[in-house]
């Protein structure tokens, strides 16, 4: 059952609207509720074992998020794609990303860097035969590894809620630049020989967001060659 499964992973005392967000967030996330997918209160609040009011509640707060919209007479949808708000999300991400990044540095460890590093080469091995939707998995498990230390809980919070806006909004944005690809994990090996170099953390900090632009522009470009 969802409600046991939920419950075992958030305990007795996460609230039931907080846990009805995070279950909800993290289908987006994974795209199991895609763009334009219709939020039944009823429907969801069944499966979680709780009344519609958290539900609710949990659905203002996603759309507070821009996660989800409400319609008059349709209910609460899953945000469709736009490709403006894809952009300024990517940049937000890239600023917020970096910053981030960059505080964490000093606490990562060997075992971060070295997890890190082992993401980075499966990415590496995807190369050939590309999987874009397993290549976006892989690569945000190698930021996670880089910006989960950071000691400000609120750019924590706001660079964890720029991937789930991300995810909302693209299941991959490899799908359609797969040639950026091979770029990108050239510049995951760059941001890790300066962490591990203790280098300057605004030369990290630039490097990381840097690298998160490089993919928008990337897409931007391709977005423009359209007919």
Same mark, same amino acid.
């Given at each position: 059952m969802a409600e046991e499964a939920v419950n075992s992973i958030v305990g007795d005392r996460v609230s039931k609207s907080e846990l009805a967000y995070d279950w909800l967030r993290r289908k987006i996330a994974r795209h199991e509720y895609g763009p334009g997918y219709r939020l039944v209160l009823a429907e969801? &609040? &069944?499966?979680?074992?709780?009344?519609?009011?958290?539900?609710?509640?949990? %659905?203002?707060r996603l759309e507070a998020e821009r996660l989800v919209t409400f319609e008059r007479n349709v209910g609460a949808r899953v945000a469709m794609v736009d490709e403006n708000e894809y952009l300024h999300a990517m940049q937000t991400l890239g600023v917020t990303e970096g910053i981030a990044t960059a505080l964490s &540095?000093?606490?990562?460890? !060997? &075992?971060n860097l070295g997890r890190a590093r082992v %993401?980075? #080469?499966?990415?590496?091995a995807?190369? #050939? *035969?590309?999987d874009a939707h397993t290549f976006?998995?892989?690569? /945000? /498990?190698?930021? *996670?590894?880089?910006f989960e230390c950071c000691?400000?809980?609120q750019i924590l919070e706001l660079v964890r809620q720029g991937w789930t806006r991300l995810s909302g909004l693209r299941d991959s944005t490899f799908t359609f630049i797969p040639?950026? !690809?091979? /770029?990108?994990? $050239? $510049?995951?090996?760059?941001i890790l020989s300066l962490i591990e170099a203790k280098a300057d953390p605004l030369e990290i900090e630039l490097a990381a967001r840097n690298h998160r632009w490089a993919t928008m522009r990337a897409f931007l470009e391709r977005t423009e060659e359209k007919p």
């Open positions: 969801i &609040a &069944a499966e979680l074992g709780m009344s519609v009011v958290p539900v609710r509640e949990a %659905i203002r &540095a000093p606490a990562l460890t !060997a &075992a %993401i980075n #080469d499966r990415m590496v995807l190369l #050939d *035969s590309f976006t998995m892989l690569n /945000q /498990q190698f930021h *996670s590894e880089l000691p400000n809980p040639g950026r !690809a091979r /770029q990108s994990v $050239e $510049e995951h090996e760059h």
